[in-house]
């Protein structure tokens, strides 16, 4: 039998409205509304300048992913930093041919005319502040590489399977492509069963197929499953009571945007529900949830790995009228990585 006053147990994971009312309700509602429209105003705001033609705007985004993600451990000379970023941007170069390589690096070329010049004269005009040069930096670096590139490809340095591709959709990118990500993760959370507060922790993983709608967003159908311990109450000079154990089960719907050259916002919403191992029952509810990412540069063989930050809301209504009410909040670190083709 459970035990009176003693919540069964809960999930951990994604974001919901609250629940104050109807007039609550509409004024939260609105207030959401315009903090989201001001979110993607910011995230589209922060959209990456590429060329218009296709394999230039590929090329350009491939370098300026590998010089970004560099950049962002430290660059600091010139010449080591564009030697070791060649065999990160190798496969890119070689996949265009010489007309492309010369358009991006003339586009590059205007591009870092019209944010000021060379980046030492634009620093000193800034006061030497790197912070306010920062854009100029990433494009003037990016021009550096692909002209080293473009050296290597002339001089016959590029792998004899890789030739020249006149549908080249980039490599350091997930767009308009079909893709398969697998991620795994820990979180703690908080909330409350039937008006007990709580809090725990749990971990899990999930595997997500979607595709690449466009050059900056993806959507995702996943399948998650993992678990969590919770303790409604830890006593001070006692032995602590040993914690509610779930088993937590998802069907998440991901959408992902990526606003920077490495970086991406995203939100989710779905299904989940939760095993009660004290009253042997499944307990359904809702989920819903926003994280920010990153993503590191494409692996060898193929996989692009990737870290999510994500603040989340779970909520089982309790249907069925004799089941409680619960509502977790929580925070978690989820990595993994994304395949496509």
């Avoid at 990118?173 to 069963?193: D, K, P």
């Avoid at 008006?195 to 995702?220: D, H």
């Avoid at 939100?267 to 939760?274: L, N, R, S």
Wanted: aromatic residues 10%; glycine residues 14%.
């Amino acid at each position: 039998m459970r035990r009176q006053g003693t919540p069964s147990n809960y999930i951990v994971i994604h974001a919901l409205p609250g629940q104050n009312g109807t007039a609550g309700n509409v004024r939260c509602g609105r207030t959401a509304a315009v903090r989201i429209a001001a979110v993607f105003i910011v995230v589209c705001a922060c959209a990456p300048v590429l060329p218009s033609q296709p394999a230039e705007r590929a090329l350009v985004r491939d370098v300026a992913r590998v010089v970004d993600v560099r950049q962002r451990v430290g660059w600091l000379v010139d010449d080591v930093e564009v030697e070791a970023a060649l065999p990160d941007v190798i496969k890119s170069a070689c996949s265009v041919d010489e007309s492309h390589r010369t358009a991006a690096l003339a586009w590059l070329d205007a591009e870092i005319a019209g944010r000021g010049g060379p980046p030492v004269q634009a620093w000193q005009r800034a006061g030497k502040d790197l912070d306010k040069i920062q854009d100029l930096l990433l494009f003037a670096r990016t021009r550096l590489v692909l002209a080293r590139a473009n050296d290597w490809v002339r001089d016959g340095k590029c792998p004899f399977w890789i030739e020249p591709n006149p549908g080249f959709d980039g490599y350091q990118a997930l767009g308009h492509r079909w893709i398969l990500g697998v991620e795994a993760g820990g979180r703690l959370g908080v909330g409350t069963e039937s008006g007990i507060w709580g809090f725990g922790a749990g971990g899990g993983g999930r595997v997500l197929g979607g595709y690449g709608i466009t050059e900056r967003a993806s959507l995702y159908l996943g399948i998650e499953g993992g678990g969590a311990a919770r303790f409604t109450k830890v006593p001070v000079g006692e032995k602590a009571t040993i914690p509610d154990f779930l088993a937590i089960f998802a069907i998440p719907v991901v959408g992902r945007y990526t606003f920077g050259r490495s970086t991406f916002f995203e939100a989710e919403t779905g299904f989940m529900a939760y095993f009660n191992q004290v009253d042997g029952r499944i307990e359904p509810g809702l989920r819903a949830g926003v994280g920010v990412g990153g993503t590191y540069l494409r692996m060898k063989r193929g996989p692009l790995p990737r870290f999510v930050f994500g603040i989340t809301v779970d909520h089982a209504p309790g249907w069925g009228g004799d089941r409680p009410r619960v509502t977790q909040f929580s925070a978690g670190l989820r990595a993994g990585f994304d395949l496509s083709r």
